[in-house]
């Protein structure tokens, strides 16, 4: 597993996109957050309830997770699935403290900084 991990706007998106061409796979994360115009299910996120997302996290279905308060006072989530991992050549745009959290999980990983 490659994760790409930056600060906002590092390039770390596009990095991934990269990849992909090469046919080096996307993990594709969960959130609660609301889908914008143009995003697809399953391509750019798995968009799931706030309940269902803490359902999976209770079963431990997550390496790593975020909880952030929106613009609004809304509360997002996002999480990338523990299984995700076990599958080799992937790659995944992680949170310097995502990063984090999957190491201390134990799950050894190849991590980059992208810094464009």
């Known amino acids: 597993m490659i994760v790409l991990f ?22 594709v994360t969960v959130t609660t957050r609301k889908k914008r115009p143009g995003e697809v299910m399953g391509r750019d996120y798995i968009f799931v309830t706030p309940d269902f997302f803490d359902s999976m996290e209770n079963r431990g279905e997550f390496a790593e ?36 959290a999957v190491r201390e999980a134990g799950i050894d990983v190849f991590a980059v900084y992208v810094s464009l």
């Open 65 to 100: 997770t975020a909880h952030y308060v929106m613009a609004g006072n809304v509360p997002v989530s996002y999480g990338s699935l523990r299984k995700d991992y076990e599958s080799g050549d992937k790659v995944i745009v992680l949170s310097p403290s995502g990063l984090k």
């Open 6 to 27: 930056g600060k906002t706007c590092s390039g770390k998106t596009t990095v991934a996109e990269a990849l992909e061409k090469k046919g080096i796979e996307k993990v």
